[in-house]
């Protein structure tokens, strides 16, 4: 057994059962070892931040780690931006990059490069195989670090020699690193707080932001009074009818301000304290007033949902939560074609166990609003601010959840970035009906153009955020990439084609012209 074969064994007996690739010469013996070894599934990728984005997606839904398969140093970085997301949602994430053979790193050959200096800003974990024999064993390592709570992203160089040279074996899986349950003196502060009489606000992040955190938090919210929100961009947000609903923190400076401006004291589940996303002249980059007193239950590698369980318990909360959603699907839908009436159709027809999937930018609000009392769903988010990452992580969310309806709602400047990942929905034959917000513009730019107080804007400067000339073609850039596309001018079309969807399944995309 070589190396790479020794590796990919490793991987599979770790719990790695997807691979998410975008090989070239120095992977091939790790490409080759795919067809030698069951239990690993390997998906292309054309591109590297589609690459990274589905893993990110997969690891997610899956909470398992996805692997990457990169080439070399410009493969990587390729891949950067969403392993950026991928970063800032806590995502499991391998990735493994092939480099030149050990030997060869003198002849500094064209695609020689510092793939450390590339992997170690988005890694918690980075390390060059020496040699084949510790391949296996480094393999093992990187996926225990890789699922260190809250999950974080491991990369592992795989040198071609240390991958064709004969290794002595897989390597046994490690132990699973499981989350910390909070102390008791932790829990026992947040009561006292919660008996204090202040105003509290409590801030969830993190997998206590799926169903049985939420319910735990709904009934200290019973007991209490406490104010329940979560980060305006949650990696893995549940919600919809039956579930505890939690107020989202808006998206701008003073907004965020506002919404704390009468909280006295923040209890903090894997989150961190409120900040605005940008700086602007003159506002505030804090987002909590002067005086307010911060309190963790639970760091970000802490359990939250426990932490949250025994915060109920202690306070002797009542077994019902408040603010439990109810099913209220829209109906009368104005004849407007908006993000609200669309987002009024998506959340008519959502079914349940959907994954949504939501790079909607300026146009994301009327999805996220109507889908409040939709049928439960899962709600995905850019987690780093760096666009282009809704297709690919809904196509790895469809790898990781075959069973389920993965809707991807996209501004169409994003989507650009990485709409080669529509091409892997098509070749794996993913569930996924991405709806593009047509504005034919950088929205969000245009806004924060006037925001940050740049001066009047002429003709070169809003050019550079108007995306008509030419107009971008949604139905022939799909249909080129093998995926069903239509195009919607009006509502009525647009419930059509969208009902239509979800009624049937593989991949389906929606140009809503919107601009
Ligand atoms: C990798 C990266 N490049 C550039 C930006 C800056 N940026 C933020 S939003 C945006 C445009 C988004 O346009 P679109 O997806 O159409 O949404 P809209 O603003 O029109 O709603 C750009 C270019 C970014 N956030 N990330």
Redesign the pocket.
Known sequence: MNGAESLVRTLVASGVEVCFANPGTSEMHFVAALDRVDGIRAVLGLFEGAVTGMADGYGRMAEKPACTLLHLGPGLANGL?NLHNARRAATPLVNIVGDHATYHAQYDAPLASDIMGFARPVSAWVHSSPSALTVAADGARAVQAALSPPGQIATLILPADTAWNEAEGEARALPRPQASEVSDEAVYRAVAALKNGKKTTILIRGAALKERGLRAAGRIAAKSGARLACDTFTPRLQRGAGRVAVNRIPYFAEQIVEFFADTEQLILVGAKPPVSFFAYPGKPSWGLPQGCIIHYLAHAHEDGTGALEALAEALGAPAEPAHIAPLKKPDGIADKFDQYTIGQVIARHLPEGAIISD?????GAGTTLATATAAPHDHLSLTG????QGIPLATGAAVAAPGSKVVCV??????M?TLQALWTQAREKLDVTTVI?A?R?????NIELARVGAGNPGPKALSMLD?HNPELDWTKLAGGLGVEASRATNIKDFESQFAAAMRGKGPRLIEAVLG
Do not use: K, M, P, R
């Open positions: 931006a790079e909607g930018a300026t146009s601010g760096s666009i282009g996209h501004g169409d400047g994003g989507a970035y917000f504005n513009s950088y929205a969000i730019l995306l």
